[in-house]
């Protein structure tokens, strides 16, 4: 019968396209996700190259990144910039409202510590540095010069991390059976990968800017963290020539006191551009500057107030103030634009190495070295451009003291300067506890945030710092 | 057993001896009435024979040309040696040539050849065995209709098979005194019996209402409970149809022993989880609060084909995604089995252990659900329409508090905080009307809603092509304000054809629906219940939303305006495909070949607008709008073998196939927003500015398996299964696993000791299977370092890229141990069966995204996980036959199942992240809590016993077993501990009454975790916030006062509202947050009139009925506020639907 062999060959025409065909081949599904690439795709040409660093900008200054103002904000609460009108902060930062609340759960610290180890940092960085390395696609100078960004991220990102949290994993794989079991480094061999990374980066990177404007590390961006490193870690000689590198390379000037936050100025060693909603305003901006009639969350606190000589551009430039039902408040006025406000067209960015600091690091270097008039002279620098007459200080103490001050004044909420400088000349805790009486606690713990509480609990042996 | 002999015995009495003449006259009579068919002189046969036997001949003709013989066996005796070379000859010349030398005659009667003893040969019959020919008969079911295909088998000295024609008549050509007569039709019981000698024969067959011998649908084919040894529940249509439900899942609550129904909401359409002997996944289980974050479910299959979207929500935020803390967390949304309508249901079978769902291999690991659709069976054309109509209500709602108290709550939070009231902040107080009063809770859940169900069924069909096509249409309003409805139009056909020789089959059928849901965007409007009683009106004359009263603006509080967030329309249209085709052809009698393909395709379109009318007009809003839509496709192809032979006294059926499954799914979104008229939203050509995003799945699955089963005299049954699967999901070296079973059953009530001694036990098997399965359930290509795009805004140009996977080649398939064994009894002839089941699941190397510290990068990274989870329990079920005691009868039935689970085992879990989640040996469903210690007399806050036994408001919120300083210290187990339903049905003469309860014995949490961990609301005494009436007078005032709810307070700003949050917070994690939630619900309740069949016949109809269904119509419980299934204030409550409705056929 006929149809019987018709239906049987289609049977097993049917069983054998299934059985006959390799099971590999019916496995195959596109080689990857739409709309995704994998690693060797990514690095596999120099456009997917740069776009394989440039998302760590992309992300890191966009609304919740780690490099968005989160750290001009929390550490500026920490120490004695300002205080916060709103119990959502309160906890971590001493803050009169919720004394003996202060604990390890709290906190929103945790933004850093995860926004630094996320993806989009410095695991970013490392994997970028590992695909960068393999790359065929790519010329040596792009290589470099995108593996010395990479460093400079990730330097930056441990040097925030194992200043606010002390000893902190050292993650330099994007191997995760590598870093999962990670004990916390110390300081002291954190700060040696900071060194290695960014002695690297120096020598990797060209003068020149791989962006339009300082909006991505070039050289000088590398050399200027490493100065802070060098000064942090009282390395004077060190500190004081990468700065002077930077002060006479002609590459920057001190700007007009009210363009140093602006986007193109000449000031700026690294400038990122925020890449949110509003992308003319910072993080600074949206939650420094308060809306309408409402009391400011973060206004200034009367020890900064009452740290500026009269006359100061700064106060007049950096500062405003506002009457909420009869009271005034002063908040932080650096950065003028806020979401819906953009102050006479302006585009400001987020700005993470200046000049000025460079000429108070190298001030600090050189009194430590003994030089006195070339620390007066960078430190009249910085004053000069605030509209103050020169320093009345003369000896190393009293220079000391008004170096000080001057950073006070001039690095106030901003990247968290006030909060490190208390802490790396140990006056912490004679300055908090007379600033915050009964809110400061007698062991000083406060120093060091603690590491989130759910990242203990998720590494098992590893202790929490100590007093949370 | 039914034989009626109607008829007169017919007067055969000189049958001893056949004349001649006789002979030739029926002969000619036979001839002449069956009309010789044409087609027989066309038949050939080809035949080289010389001094064949004639038996042999015999069967080479059969063979040649699918033509019987029909003959008495002790002629053969007689028969001579066939010699004939015949190439291509006519049957008619071939059978003519031999048929010259034989002792018989012979005619053709349809393609039967039919014997006849020539008179001339001499030969006699033995004396004994009275000869007939020409006996007719008639195959009837009770009611007298005529059952078309019934087979009719003659067993003795003849061997003869026909089936019943449209008439129900069949026709015997001969028949032996003694031979025996055995019919049988699908569905009901087989009759046989001795024939006797009449000519005419009436066989009258009964319903088959012996459940052990009814089918039940199991993987790639079918079974009875009898043969069956693994775990198998089915639900037919009669279970199902009773129920007025949209979705099936909600139908099956109850039934199935083993089987959790979750319905999430009583929004209409929503998603009702499902869940098989419990959770499998510690990715799953509860962590720190009691939000599930998936929840493992079974496999569905309609009609072989996986469904595409499975019991996933449909896209789009819609009313149905209000999560609101309740204990299923994000598992809300529109539920994507609306597709199918649950009349064209014929049954749905859900596959529980190792031996029924190890042939799925990877796929049926947390269980497997096959739904059957309604397929066409032979028969008259007939019409059937079922129409009914009724109304849903909220049950259970919550009760507010009024103005008067309500006002005195908030000021005693006001004076508790030292504040003045604020014409700012507290307008209820201070601009109010302070004597207005409105019932919000009412105005939101106090509507009634519209359900209208109409189905029309049309069939019919002859022994070989048979069809079925039937209509749906649902409506389902929303009791809620607002213009909201769910209508679901379905289209399902069947047609199956049957070739001649009954070799080849085709099964060919479509299911197609239309689900239109329009509802609201903003699931927010669901704490519109919550406003201060004495909230100004939210809607002016005209239906346009308000937004402010004397300066206070609307938007400034928690709930804004409620109603115009139900003017964002949300609309999900989903339409759904399923087609399949199933053929198969027998090659040789033992071997059958087949192959199952089909295609199911699932089209949502899912369209929000925010109108400007919606939104606050002080903040100048433009309109926004979204346009999402996805398409999944699965195609699914099985090709089968299948071997069935009688080896000794044992039956030997084995299964060889292989799977082709492809997977597809895209995802096109639109946001599309500044719109400045609202007339422009349904379109992008009014949008100023646009995100569009898209993303594509795609999964691929193949595998082999086989399926050997022996079944020895239906004492011993042993049933092995294997499978060897490939997913895409994997690795490229890791795609491969193999799973399997092995099954043992004895029928102990086959056993002669047991029928001589244990005669009240009609039934007796024992069973238990032991086997594998497994899960590939990760999202694809997790294995590979994948980047994406940073975002929309760029860096200089740049978009960027960042990794969102790190390289992670290693894991593979998770494996789940089954060990189920079971004890099935029948008593009574079977009116009474029981059925218990003993289980153990062992959960290993589960997929799950494993916790990493984030020095990794990552949160979670997919892996293996080296923990073992547990589950075992118990599962009982017991239904009764038809018990009947003159014109009543009752039938019913009992199930319960226990589950427990346990982490069996976590090597070294003080060393991973999980040491301080969870605890080896304690269920995954237990929550730590805190001990409470009631509210302080002083301070009017909740206080609780820390780890350290001092008291204290402000504990640790972490487990105490495991971290450090963790305040947790005691646990509440919220898995249940029983649940079951039991149903019963009564019949008196035409009237039945179907009651069915369900219920559940467990812990969950209470109103008081509802007020206190609700985010939405704030604390009791927020401002412009109303609280259940049940707390008003039980909060503590004032030092010294013994109170069981906290001190109220304005907010949780300032060091009193902080400090009150916190111990709300704990409050929320403490032993005072859970309590008994068991509850007994009538589920169903249906009572229907047959009217009488001399009426239906004056109508015209065949029969009609008429019926009033209500679906949980009331539930017992200790429960104390709100639903003891839902578990939280802040969500649509569960519906009762009440129809009356209409059942005819013609």
């Known amino acids: 019968m006929k149809t019987k062999y018709y239906i049987s060959y289609i049977f097993a025409i049917a069983i054998l396209g299934i059985f006959g065909s390799s099971c590999k081949k019916l496995l195959v599904i596109p080689a990857n996700e739409p709309g995704q690439l994998v690693t060797s795709n990514v690095f596999a040409d120099s456009a997917g190259s740069v776009n394989g660093v440039v998302g760590i900008y992309n992300k890191a200054f966009s609304s919740y990144g780690p490099l968005s103002g989160y750290l001009s904000i929390f550490p500026s609460m920490s120490a004695d910039d300002v205080t916060a009108t709103t119990t959502f902060y309160a906890p971590i930062y001493n803050d009169e409202q919720t004394a003996g609340n202060s604990t390890s759960q709290n906190g929103s610290t945790g933004i850093i510590w995860t926004g630094f180890y996320g993806n989009t940092v410095i695991y970013q960085a490392n994997a970028a540095i590992e695909g960068l390395t393999a790359s065929k696609g790519i010329t040596n100078t792009l290589r470099n010069q995108l593996i010395g960004e990479c460093e400079v991220v990730r330097g930056l990102s441990y040097f925030y991390l194992t200043n606010l949290y002390g000893a902190v994993p050292l993650a330099l794989s994007s191997d995760y059976t590598v870093t999962n079991k990670l004990p916390r480094s110390s ?66 000037q001190l700007e007009n006191i009210d363009n140093v936050f602006i986007v193109g100025n000449q000031e700026a060693i690294w400038q990122g551009l925020t890449t949110s909603f509003y992308s003319y305003a910072t993080q600074e901006g949206i939650n420094f500057i308060p809306y309408g009639n409402n009391i400011p969350t973060f206004p200034l606190r009367q020890e900064l107030l009452n740290a500026f000589e009269p006359g100061d551009l700064r106060q007049s430039h950096w500062t405003a103030s506002t009457t909420v039902n009869g009271t005034t408040y002063y908040y932080p006025y650096k950065y003028k634009n806020r979401s819906g406000v953009q102050v006479n067209g302006n585009v400001e960015g987020e700005v993470l190495f200046r000049l000025a600091e460079q000429y108070l690091i190298r001030a600090d270097a050189k009194i430590n070295e003994g030089d006195l008039g070339g620390a007066t002279a960078d430190i009249n620098a910085i004053r000069t451009r605030a509209g103050l007459p020169n320093t009345t200080a003369t000896t190393t103490s009293q220079l000391t003291a008004a170096l000080l001050k001057e950073r006070q004044t001039e690095f106030f909420c901003e990247w968290g300067h006030r909060w490190l400088d208390l802490k790396r000349l140990n006056l912490l805790n004679s300055v908090m506890a007379a600033e915050k009486p009964g809110i400061w606690p007698a062991d000083g713990h406060s120093a060091l945030y603690p590491v989130p509480f759910s990242q203990v609990l998720l590494n098992p042996g590893w202790i929490q710092n100590p007093g949370y | 057993m039914q034989l009626n002999d109607l008829h007169k015995q017919s007067k055969n009495t000189d049958d001893d001896c056949i004349s001649l003449k006789n002979g030739l006259k029926r002969w000619i009579a036979v001839l002449f009435f069956l009309q010789l068919g044409i087609t027989a002189f066309a038949q050939k046969v080809t035949v080289s024979a010389r001094d064949m036997p004639f038996e042999k001949f015999v069967g080479i003709v059969k063979s040649q040309t699918g033509y019987t013989f029909f003959y008495n066996r002790e002629w053969l005796k007689q028969a001579r040696p066939v010699t004939l070379n015949a190439k291509d000859m006519p049957l008619y010349d071939a059978l003519r040539t031999c048929f010259e030398n034989e002792p018989f005659s012979y005619a053709i009667v349809n393609k039967t050849i039919v014997l006849k003893l020539k008179a001339s040969a001499g030969i006699q019959t033995s004396p004994t065995t009275r000869q007939h020919e020409h006996v007719t008969g008639l195959v009837a079911d009770t009611t007298g209709a005529p059952l078309q295909g019934a087979t009719v088998t003659i067993s003795g000295s003849v ?24 019919v049988s039709y699908v569905g009901y019981r087989k009759v046989s019996m001795i024939y006797q000698g009449s000519a005419n024969i009436l066989v009258t067959l009964r319903r088959n209402h012996n459940i052990l011998d009814a089918v039940v649908v199991q993987a790639y084919g079918t079974t009875t409970r009898r043969d069956n040894i693994g775990a198998i529940s089915m639900v037919t249509a009669a279970q199902i149809e009773k129920q007025p439900v949209t979705n099936v899942l909600n139908a099956l609550e109850g039934q199935v022993p083993g089987l959790n ?14 869940q098989v002997r419990g959770e499998n996944s510690l990715a799953s289980a509860s962590t720190s609060t009691s939000v599930l974050n998936t929840y493992d479910q079974p496999l569905f299959i309609v009609d072989g084909v996986p469904m595409p979207l499975q019991n996933q929500a449909l896209i789009g935020q819609s009313f149905a995604s209000a999560a609101f803390n309740g204990p299923l967390g994000n598992q809300t ?47 008259a054309d007939a019409l059937s329409v079922s129409f009914n109509q009724g109304m849903t209500q909220s049950t259970r709602t919550t009760p507010m508090m009024n103005t008067q108290q309500y006002l005195s709550m908030r000021n005693e939070a006001l004076s508790n905080d030292q504040l003045t009231a604020s014409p700012a902040l507290d307008p209820d107080i201070t601009s109010f009307d302070q004597s207005k009063y409105t019932n919000w809770e009412k105005e939101f859940f106090g509507g009634t809603a519209q359900y209208t169900d109409l189905h029309l069924n049309l069939s019919g069909g002859d022994l070989n092509n048979t069809y079925l096509i039937s209509g749906g249409y649902t409506r389902n309003t929303y009791d809620f304000p607002g213009d909201m409805t769910d209508n679901r139009y379905t289209l399902h056909s069947s047609f199956n054809h049957t070739s001649d020789s009954k070799k080849f089959k085709l099964d060919f059928g479509t299911d197609y629906a239309y689900d239109q849901n329009n509802n609201s965007g903003e699931p927010a409007s669901l704490i519109g219940f919550t406003l201060a009683p004495n909230f100004p009106s939210l809607l002016d004359g005209n239906g346009n939303p308000i937004w402010s009263y004397k300066g206070y603006s609307y938007s400034s509080g928690y709930q804004g305006n409620p109603l115009a967030y139900l003017k964002e329309s949300a609309s999900n249209g989903t339409y759904n495909l399923n087609t399949h085709i199933s053929a198969s052809y027998k090659i040789l009698p033992n071997l059958t070949i087949s192959l199952n393909a089909g295609y199911a395709r699932v089209s949502e379109s899912f369209v929000y607008e925010l109108p400007i009318g919606a939104q606050d007009p002080q903040y100048e809003p433009t309109g926004s709008a979204s346009f999402l839509s996805r398409n999944t496709d699965v195609i699914n192809i099985i090709p089968q073998l299948n071997y069935d032979k009688q080896i000794g006294k044992g039956k030997l059926s084995v299964l060889i196939g292989g799977t082709y499954k492809k997977n597809y799914s895209a995802e096109y979104d639109i946001n599309a927003s500044g719109y400045t008229s609202d007339a422009l939203l349904n379109s992008t050509s009014g949008a100023t500015s646009f995100e569009i995003d898209n993303s594509a799945i795609y999964y691929k699955y193949v595998d082999g398996f086989a399926r050997i089963n022996y079944n020895w005299d239906g004492k011993y049954i042993i049933n092995l299964t294997g499978n060897r699967d490939g997913s895409s999901n994997f690795g490229p070296d890791k795609r491969y696993g193999n799973f399997g079973s092995a099954g043992l059953g004895w029928i102990l009530s086959e056993e002669n000791w047991v029928k001589n001694n244990l005669t009240f036990l009609s039934f007796a098997k024992l069973a238990a299977d032991y086997g594998t399965s497994g899960s590939d359930g990760v999202a694809p290509y997790q294995y590979q370092p994948n980047w994406q795009v940073a975002g929309y805004n760029t860096y200089q140009g740049f978009t960027g890229y960042y990794p969102i996977t790190p390289l992670n080649p290693v894991y593979a398939w998770a494996l789940n141990k089954k060990f189920n064994e079971q004890v099935d009894l029948g008593f009574f002839h079977n009116q009474l069966l029981v059925n218990f089941m003993l289980y153990q699941n062992l959960e290993t190397n589960e997929l799950v995204s494993y916790l990493e510290p984030i020095q990794t990068g990552f949160s979670g990274i997919t892996a293996n996980a080296p923990y073992q989870v547990k589950n075992q329990g118990w599962e009982l079920s017991i239904s009764s036959g038809n018990i009947k005691a003159g014109n009543f009868s009752w039938t019913g039935s009992l199930n319960m199942s226990h589950n427990s689970n346990k982490l069996a085992s976590f090597p070294d879990i003080a060393n991973t992240p999980y040491a301080s989640l969870y605890i080896v040996g304690k269920p995954l469903s237990d929550i730590p809590v805190i001990p409470y210690e009631g509210v302080n007399p002083q301070t009017g806050l909740f206080q609780f016993k820390a780890a350290n036994g001092t008291i204290t408001s402000n504990p640790n919120l972490y487990s105490g077993f495991n971290s450090v300083g963790g305040d947790e210290t005691q646990l509440v187990d919220i898995n249940p501990k029983l649940q079951g339903g039991f149903g019963n049905t009564f019949t008196y003469k035409r009237l039945s009454l179907y009651l069915f309860f369900n219920f559940s014995i467990q812990k969950g949490p209470n109103y008081l975790y509802s007020i206190y961990s609700n985010s939405n609301t704030g604390l009791p005494g927020t401002p412009l916030v109303n609280e259940p009436e049940i707390l008003y007078g039980k909060e503590w005032k004032q030092p010294g006062d013994n109170a069981t709810i906290q001190k109220f307070v304005d907010g949780f700003n300032g060091s009193n509202g902080y400090a009150a949050y916190s111990a709300a917070s704990a409050f929320g994690s403490s032993t005072a947050a859970y309590s008994d939630a068991s509850y007994i619900r009538l589920k169903t309740a249906s009572l229907s009139y047959r009217l009488p069949d001399s009426w239906t016949k004056k109508m015209g109809l065949k029969n009609c009925s008429f019926y009033v269904s209500a679906q949980n119509l009331f539930v017992i419980t200790g429960y104390q506020l709100g639903d003891p299934e839902a578990l939280t204030l802040f969500n649509v409550p569960p519906q009762r639907t009440i129809v009356a409705g209409i059942n005819a056929s013609l």
Do not use: C, H
């Open chain 1, 187 to 252: 300081t002291d061999e954190v700060y040696a990968q900071i060194t290695k990374d960014l002695t690297d980066a120096t020598a990797k990177l060209s003068v020149s800017y791989p962006s339009d404007g300082a909006a991505r590390p070039n050289k000088y961006t590398a050399m200027a963290l490493l100065s802070r490193v060098y000064l942090y870690r009282q390395q004077w000689k060190k500190a004081d020539s990468l700065a002077s590198i930077i002060i006479n390379s002609g590459m920057y």
């Open chain 2, 261 to 274: 129904i979750t319905p999430t909401s009583g929004v209409p359409g929503s998603r009702t989880l499902a």
């Open chain 2, 333 to 379: 949304g529109l539920s994507s089995i609306n597709g199918i309508n649950p009349l064209d249901i014929e049954s749905i079978s859900v596959l529980k252990d190792a031996d029924a769902t190890s042939i799925y291999g990877s796929q049926g690991s947390n269980g497997v659900v096959i739904i059957t659709t309604k397929r066409a069976k032979p028969g």
């Open chain 2, 159 to 182: 061997s003869y098979r026909t089936n019943a024609d449209a008439k129900g008549t069949f026709e015997i050509p001969f028949i032996n005194n003694g031979d025996s007569i055995s």
